[in-house]
């Protein structure tokens, strides 16, 4: 089905397209029977003719809608309408974080509590069984008063169905740089974990892999996986050392030492919880913090 601005989904009416990605298009849209902008996730047709993995993504999709968290873009609904499966989900203004990474890496005490939103996100989408596999600057958003929320959580799980899919697990992943491809593993190859890269079923540790790769770019202003093509970057997360000396100088060595627990390629040895991690990074915040707190006292109390 073709569409255009103007068109009339059910109570929605497409306004502009805004993206294009593995779930199809996405399309700004106003809801006419509440009064507000939404987001509207066409399925591609593909997947839509599917009946296995349209029920999939069908059930994936009404847990999706059962979380309610302030770091992360809800959804309204779940919809068909003349032929087209699609979602409508929160319409979050804002940067997105890759823009935001574009302009220049990010002091430490601002990508900090960035990174601990992002990952009470995580955690409370873990806690209830659901994994991101597609976590990315481009799907964080900063929202002007000051909130990270991530965007198109779960979905990459519930394209792909249960983790444990032989069709799905076996998969090499077919990736474009510009993000995913529908009837494979779903990623983007910056940001993959080992074991995703290999084809290899993935848990909420290839999330953690993923989150260290976001903080990393935050803090560096440059991904630690990088090559002239996807295939090229897939080789460099198996093979390719972290260059840790990108990082600022005034990092912490708690932070450091996060981000190496992150980045393990070997899952067993990985962060195995993102809660973990997160409290690791407030204490590093509010240390931070009694240290700027402490400099400013001090320098105060100087004579001219």
């Not at 519930?158 to 069709?167: E, F, H, I, K, M």
């Not at 935050?218 to 090559?227: A, D």
């Not at 000396?245 to 996060?258: G, H, I, T, Y």
Request: aromatic letters at 4%.
């Amino acid at each position: 089905m073709s569409t255009s601005d103007g068109k009339k989904l059910l109570h929605y009416v497409l306004v502009e397209k805004i993206g294009i990605g593995g779930m199809g298009e996405v399309w700004r849209a106003t809801d006419t029977t509440l009064g507000r902008d939404v987001a509207i996730k066409m399925l591609p047709e593909g997947l839509a003719a599917d009946p296995e993995r349209l029920a999939r993504f069908d059930r994936e999709a009404r847990v999706l809608a059962s979380m309610n968290h302030p770091n992360i873009a809800g959804i309204h609904g779940l919809h068909a309408a003349d032929g087209v499966r699609f979602l409508a989900m929160e319409l979050v203004a804002g940067q997105e974080l890759a823009e935001r990474i574009a302009e220049g890496a990010i002091p430490v005490e601002d990508a900090v509590p960035i990174a601990i939103q992002i990952a009470t996100a995580l955690e409370y989408a873990h806690e209830r069984g659901i994994v991101h596999r597609d976590l990315k600057p481009a799907n964080v958003k900063l929202t002007p008063d000051g909130a990270a929320k991530v965007l198109d959580f779960g979905l990459a799980k519930a394209l792909t169905g249960d983790g444990d899919d032989p069709v799905a697990s076996a998969s090499m992943p077919t990736i474009t740089s510009a993000g995913t491809r529908m009837g494979t593993i779903l990623g983007t190859a910056a940001y993959m974990s080992p074991e995703q890269a290999r084809g290899r079923p993935v848990d909420r540790r290839s999330d953690i892999w993923a989150f260290g790769c976001v903080l990393y770019e935050m803090l560096s202003g440059r991904r630690p996986f990088e090559g002239e093509t996807a295939s090229d970057t897939l080789a460099a997360v198996l093979r390719q050392d972290v260059d840790w000396s990108a990082l600022p100088a005034n990092a912490p060595a708690d932070l450091r030492r996060l981000l190496h627990r992150c980045l393990t390629r070997d899952p067993r040895q990985r962060l195995h919880d993102i809660a973990d991690g997160r409290i690791q990074l407030e204490e590093i915040r509010d240390d931070e913090t009694e240290v700027a707190g402490a400099a400013t006292t001090s320098s105060g109390s100087k004579r001219p």
